[in-house]
């Protein structure tokens, strides 16, 4: 049963989470977490046509984007939200001609070109089939976009401990040209750590390694789906090798979620042939996802939790030294291996490139942490994540 302070603990958390969702009320739609429509109008003969009027609506959430065509007969709609969209084309003196069915991807164009037929405003000329942006023609860019659908049917091998939740970028390897695994993945044979990392076009990665987020990836559930660009990609994110870039969930003139709980633990597993007795392990993950209308058409929310929680202990007898004080103080002077050699600690703050393709560090002088540097608290065993987003227009 919940404690009263437990249920005072939650309920502060869900408020906090709700009031820091609203403040942050508008999507920020210049982002390279966003797509785009682009395409040409023409007439029956094929000579283009200016000042057409274009409205694309977003199927979901029926927000509304306009512009019209330009003396070229061109027209491009940037700074799309991802999904599926219906393209209606407008103009004195002909047909209206709507496109359904348009699918805008992460940081991709697609192309819906227009050819409309003489007749009257009214009447209205409807294509269904599908457009989707299959092959990049306003750049040399070679990407991979991986689907929510893809990430959520096809089976994700973990491990155990700390690094055993289900991370989405390990399905970036579904990407031709990177390997390695997902620490140390590399793009089409660079060096280790060369990437970088984005979400919703922002970036999001640790400064000190390179492609590294900077407390874990994006929670699992939340992620709509992402872009693996790793040869030409724009000059915006030059400085990398790779990028990756991540399209959180948004949500929708409909009330959508999901709950999950992933459990594994020793009384699943059966005993090693070679050991007296299993090892104790429990590992579960659990969470959920929210979205819906705040005024429909117009403001959405989504918002997602998910938890991670790990235990376990070694089988047979195990030896625990505690630290001396002097080690407790960050006194490592006299901290030698069995050949009476100092082992040196290095200062993770230091991290820089060695010429060499890799990384160092620089020691600390005399082997001693400063003061200002340690801290009483201990490694926390449990991981939270959360992700909010609104959307308005």
Not at 72 to 88: F, K, M, Q, W
Not at 164 to 167: A, F, H, I, L, N
């Given at each position: 049963?919940m404690?009263?302070?437990?249920w005072?603990?939650?309920?502060?958390l869900?408020l906090a989470?709700?009031t820091?969702?609203?403040?942050s009320?508008?999507?920020?739609?210049?982002q390279a977490?966003?797509?785009s429509?682009r395409?040409l109008?023409?007439?029956?003969t094929g000579s283009?046509?200016?000042d057409v009027q274009i409205e694309?609506?977003?199927?979901?959430t029926q927000?509304?984007?306009t512009?019209?065509t330009?003396g070229?007969?061109?027209?491009?709609?940037?700074?799309?939200?991802?999904?599926?969209?219906?393209?209606?084309a407008?103009?004195a003196?002909f047909k209206?001609f709507?496109?359904?069915n348009?699918?805008v991807?992460?940081?991709?164009?697609?192309a819906v070109?227009?050819a409309?037929?003489?007749g009257?405003?009214?009447?209205?000329?409807?294509?269904?089939?599908s457009?989707a942006?299959?092959?990049?023609t306003?750049?040399?860019?070679v990407?991979?976009?991986?689907?929510?659908r893809?990430?959520m049917?096809?089976?994700?091998?973990v491990?155990?401990?700390g690094g055993?939740?289900?991370?989405v970028?390990?399905?970036?390897?579904l990407?031709?040209?990177v390997s390695?695994?997902?620490?140390?993945?590399?793009f089409n044979?660079s060096i280790?750590l060369?990437?970088?990392?984005q979400v919703d076009g922002?970036?999001?990665?640790?400064?000190e390694?390179?492609?590294?987020f900077?407390?874990g990836t994006?929670p699992?559930e939340a992620?709509q789906?992402?872009?693996?660009?790793n040869?030409l990609h724009?000059?915006e994110?030059g400085r990398?090798?790779?990028v990756?870039?991540?399209?959180?969930?948004?949500g929708t003139n409909r009330f959508h979620?999901n709950?999950?709980?992933?459990?594994r633990?020793?009384n699943f597993?059966a005993?090693?042939f070679?050991?007296?007795?299993?090892?104790?392990?429990?590992?579960?993950?659990?969470?959920?996802?929210?979205g819906g209308?705040?005024i429909?058409?117009?403001?959405?929310?989504?918002?997602?939790?998910s938890g991670?929680?790990f235990?376990?202990?070694?089988?047979?007898?195990?030896?625990?030294t505690?630290?001396?004080?002097d080690?407790r103080?960050?006194d490592?002077?006299?901290l030698?291996?069995d050949s009476?050699?100092?082992?040196?600690?290095?200062?993770p703050d230091?991290?820089?490139p060695?010429?060499?393709g890799g990384?160092?560090?620089?020691?600390f002088?005399?082997n001693?942490?400063?003061?200002s540097?340690?801290?009483?608290?201990?490694y926390?065993?449990e991981?939270?994540?959360s992700?909010?987003?609104?959307?308005?227009?």
């Open positions: 049963m404690k009263t302070q437990d005072g603990r939650w309920g502060c869900m989470l709700l820091l969702g609203l403040v009320e508008r999507v920020a739609l210049a977490g966003t797509g429509i395409g109008v023409t007439d029956a283009v046509l200016p694309a609506t977003n199927v979901a927000l509304k984007f512009t019209t330009t070229a007969g061109i027209y491009t709609l940037s700074s799309l939200p991802i999904g599926v969209y219906t393209v209606v407008k103009h003196g209206q709507v496109q359904e348009v699918d991807a992460t940081a991709s164009t697609t070109n227009i409309l037929a003489l009257e405003v009214s009447e209205t000329v409807t294509v269904t089939e457009v942006p299959l092959m990049q306003d750049n040399a860019e990407a991979t976009v991986v689907e929510n893809v990430v049917d096809l089976p994700l091998q491990g155990s401990g055993g939740r289900r991370q970028e390990s399905f970036i390897f990407s031709p040209g390695g695994d997902w620490f140390t993945k590399t044979g280790d060369s990437n970088m990392a922002i970036a999001w990665s640790n400064s390694v390179p492609g590294r900077f407390e994006p699992f992620v789906e992402f872009k693996v660009a040869t724009p000059p994110v990398a090798f790779g990756t870039n991540y399209t959180l969930k948004s979620g709950g999950f709980w992933f459990n633990e020793d597993d005993r090693g070679f050991v007296d007795k299993k090892r104790h392990e429990i590992q579960n993950e659990f969470g959920g996802t929210l209308p705040i429909k058409d117009k403001t959405f929310f989504f918002g997602s939790y991670f929680r235990a376990t202990a070694g089988g047979g007898t195990q030896l625990i505690l630290p001396p004080a080690f103080r960050g490592f002077s006299r030698k291996d009476g050699n100092l082992i040196q600690l290095h200062d230091t991290t820089h060695d010429g060499k990384f160092i560090r620089d020691p002088p005399g001693i942490i400063p003061l540097r340690l801290s009483a608290q201990q926390p065993r991981l939270c994540q992700a909010r987003r609104t959307t308005r227009r």
